[in-house]
């Protein structure tokens, strides 16, 4: 019993050894893959494609580069799918392929997009629901397609931590990408030996990329790595919550940036944005029609713009909702260190605040981005806007002047008929006085005439 | 000249709360409205203690509300269902007021127990401690904390309505601050309505014959 017990023990630690050596050597052969070992058939490919300058005349006279740097795609991730994996429509017996049909470089990528989607679809779906693909449906040549931002021949697994100059996104957002690199998180991010720090990506996502300023994800955003901002802000920001939904973060935390009132037409039942129907465009041509001088919409104006916006559906379905924001993207991205964040109550709450002297209307366009109407600064401080913009008001940045009149019509009723009323009794002092000292004159003779019956009368009683 | 008992303590003390809150809360209240024309306090001083002020006045209020409540002294708000009687005998001390006291006239009010208020103060304080006042404090904690509340602010009609309505009655409350000493002024003698307010007891002046 023993010995064969025995037996079955090197038995088995014999067998482990075995599935040891062979995962060592499987990890082995996959890491020396991803470490850069090119396959045959890929070789043979570079053999021409891994000369410099190796172009190819397309439409309207532009070039296509043939050149893949060998080295770089050998440590792609695309090196495990080889050079057939997206180029399979290639026929080696006929390559290269000489056509007289030539296309420009714009539809050679769209083409190349549906081989990405091949693999890639789980992004190509939330690519579709994103600005970028909106904007290629409206026909824009700008929008971006998969190789404007990837370049599929040196695409490695860590984008996320790549070098922040190497981010794609700068190639079209230059003011802002600018703005970002001397923001406090690009300060931090681009350190040369790294820093944590949110990358592009990090706040507007890869491939779903949305209008920043039309929903809460960059609030989401913010505060997904700034966890306690609302706990912080809470030790000492009143109405804390209501701030956080009203005012933009950059609006405090880019002090140099230039702020302003967005008021955002607002479906009160739907709880969301109001946005234009597709095909039939009607804020700026009805915007238009209701500030007739073009000198902005005023608070009458921007009663009969919401009038018009509620006319389809029921009484009070459109409202507006304010928020103080920054002007520009590129201004959203100049966020400075926590230390020069706005933290002054009276930079908003007082008469003639910076952040209340520019005040846009606006509404999502088809293709997710807002849309502004400016509207004339005056609105923030009518009566008549009371309904209209009853959804924004910042204690004494935005006050009704009508209400200061009647403050100040009040105080002097208050202090003025005390003293009016003082003064017509001084006045009367003499009136008075001598009234008081006929009763006192007729007082002692009426008690004496009285006391006299009593004494004449109890004779008679007694 | 005889002495009657018409404002028990837990009134005066509910009284006297009240006059410096709302003073206070006036002087803060302008403060947060007009930050940069006056500046007795930091901003956020002013709000601290505008909400503090205002959850004292709260209590205040029940304090108020609660001792009327469950006594009898509750009569002295009650009002006078005969509308033809109550506007004659408003009419009556608003002419004394603008006329009769130039003249010497008597005031035509009497107080007794249950019956310390004039026609006129009668309605005022029963809009003012049932409507105007609630209105104030609702308004007020809706604005304490907009999110929080944010399904009554919209009830109200939105932000900026509810702070119109704020304001407005601050205004109303601005004015009556002035009003209502000066009013309290015209007694017998200038200090003896404010005399009442601290010992409890009014002087009433006896009776002539005809009153």
Redesign the interface.
Known sequence: MTSAWMGTVKFTRHLNFAVAFFIFFFACSISSQAAGVLSQDDKNCLECHSQEKFEKPMAEGEMLSLHIPGKDFAASVHNAVGCTGCHADIDLKKHPQTSKKKITLRSHSMAMVQVCKDCHDDKFKLYEGSIHATLLRDGNEAAPLCSDCHSPHSIRKDTASAPMAEVSCRQCHTPIYKAYAESVHGQIRGKPEGGHAPLCPDCHKAHEVTAASTGNQLKDACLGCHTNALAVHKTWLPNTDRHFEAVSCPACHAPTAKRRVNLRLYDSIAQERVAEKQGVPQFESRARSADSKGLGLDALALQSLLKEFNREGSEGKTILRGRLEVSTGAEAHQLAPKARAIKECDSCHREGAAPFQTVTISIVSPDGRPLHYGAQKEVLNSATSVDSVGGFYAIGGTRIKLLDVLFVLTLLAGIGIPLGHMTLKWLFRRYLRQIEAERQATQPQADSQASSGDNSTSPTKS | MHRLYVHPLPVRIWHWINAFGFILLIVTGVQ??????INIM???TS??LH?LVGFVLIANFFLWFLFYLFSDKIKVYLPELNPMKHFRESFRQMAF?GYG????QPNPHHVSLYHKFNPMQSMTYQIVMLLLVPIQIYTGILL?????FQTGV?LF?????V??VH??L???F??????HP?LASLGHTPTAHFKAMFTGYEEIEEETEGH
Do not use: A, C, Q
Not at chain 2, 101 to 104: M, N, S, W
């Open positions: 947060i409205r007009y930050i940069g024309l930091p901003f956020k709000v601290n909400n007021y006291i130039f003249k010497g304490w904390d907009v999110e929080r919209n009609g939105g932000l900026r309505v702070d119109t304001v407005l601050f205004i109303f601005s004015g009556f601050i002035f009003i000066y």
